[in-house]
């Protein structure tokens, strides 16, 4: 991606509303990252592919193509599948945000919302990416390998595609193996402090995180009533 080692980030705004659009860009800029807007699916998927860029800042209810598929399209291409996605909507019910994470969004703002709420979440990848970048590099959870660096996973010497949420919290589990995870630790793990989701948006990521992980997804444990926890197959 573009920026990741600097504090300015590159972010491809999408939304077919034009006053909203413009509002974004002008406190994204003001707070110091670049900003390429789109007004509809069909470019957004154009200009992800040529820019790739740190931050992906989708609309939902868009004519023509709308913002789930445009999320699904992404993450079904390797040199889109990592953009970490922030998807908007007016809908607040929470089948509607289900579907966004499905889709592979991962984190989800609902309209309307304060534009310094939505620089926050930005400004919170941009800073957790940073500290990735200055952790060891490798992490290993019996097959599972994980790159912070290079943001890759591989299974059984496999590559595997996980969205940016999906990474860091199977990052945070590999890291505290062994030791239980709450929901709240999670979210704050992967997505931010004082970051507002309900439980069941980290249900979602991990419901995905093992499907991905295949024949090994057993090593992600669920703590009923506390949270998770990554097995590690070298102990009993």
Same mark, same amino acid.
Do not use: W
């Given at each position: 991606?573009?920026? %990741?080692?600097?504090?300015? !980030?590159?972010? $491809? =705004?999408?939304?077919?509303?034009?006053?909203? +659009?413009?509002?974004?860009?002008? *406190?994204?800029?003001?707070?110091?990252?670049?900003?390429?807007?789109?007004?509809?699916?069909?470019?957004?998927?154009?200009?992800?592919?040529?820019?790739?860029?740190?931050?992906?800042?989708?609309?939902?209810?868009?004519?023509?193509?709308?913002?789930?598929?445009?999320?699904?399209?992404?993450?079904?291409?390797?040199?889109?599948?990592?953009?970490?996605?922030?998807?908007?909507?007016?809908?607040?019910?929470?089948?509607?945000?289900?579907?966004?994470?499905?889709?592979?969004?991962?984190?989800?703002? %609902?309209?309307?919302?304060? !534009?310094?709420? $939505? =620089?926050?979440?930005?400004?919170?990848?941009? +800073?957790?990416?940073?500290?990735? *970048?200055?952790?060891?590099?490798?992490?290993?959870?019996?097959?599972?390998?994980?790159?912070?660096?290079?943001?890759?996973?591989?299974?059984?010497?496999?590559?595997?595609?996980?969205?940016?949420?999906?990474?860091?919290?199977?990052?945070?589990?590999?890291?505290?193996?062994?030791?239980?995870?709450?929901?709240?630790?999670?979210?704050?793990?992967?997505?931010?402090?004082?970051?507002?989701?309900?439980?069941?948006?980290?249900?979602?990521?991990?419901?995905?995180?093992?499907?991905?992980?295949?024949?090994?997804?057993?090593?992600?444990?669920?703590?009923?009533?506390?949270?998770?926890?990554?097995?590690?197959?070298?102990?009993?």
């Amino acid at each position: 991606m573009t920026s %990741t080692h600097s504090n300015t !980030m590159h972010i $491809l =705004v999408v939304d077919d509303e034009p006053d909203l +659009r413009e509002l974004i860009e002008y *406190n994204l800029t003001q707070s110091g990252h670049k900003v390429t807007c789109a007004a509809d699916g069909i470019q957004a998927l154009e200009l992800a592919s040529s820019i790739v860029p740190d931050v992906l800042v989708l609309d939902v209810m868009m004519p023509e193509l709308n913002g789930i598929e445009v999320a699904k399209r992404l993450r079904n291409k390797t040199e889109t599948a990592s953009i970490p996605i922030i998807m908007l909507t007016a809908k607040a019910e929470e089948a509607h945000e289900l579907e966004g994470l499905d889709a592979g969004a991962d984190d989800y703002i %609902t309209k309307p919302f304060s !534009m310094p709420v $939505l =620089v926050a979440r930005i400004n919170s990848l941009s +800073r957790r990416t940073r500290m990735e *970048n200055t952790m060891d590099a490798s992490i290993t959870l019996g097959p599972i390998a994980i790159n912070l660096h290079e943001h890759q996973v591989s299974v059984a010497g496999q590559p595997i595609q996980l969205t940016i949420t999906e990474f860091r919290l199977l990052a945070a589990l590999a890291q505290s193996k062994g030791k239980v995870l709450s929901r709240a630790e999670l979210i704050s793990r992967a997505i931010g402090p004082a970051v507002t989701v309900t439980p069941r948006t980290v249900d979602v990521h991990i419901t995905a995180l093992r499907k991905k992980l295949g024949d090994h997804a057993n090593l992600i444990s669920t703590v009923r009533a506390v949270g998770y926890r990554a097995d590690d197959p070298s102990i009993g």
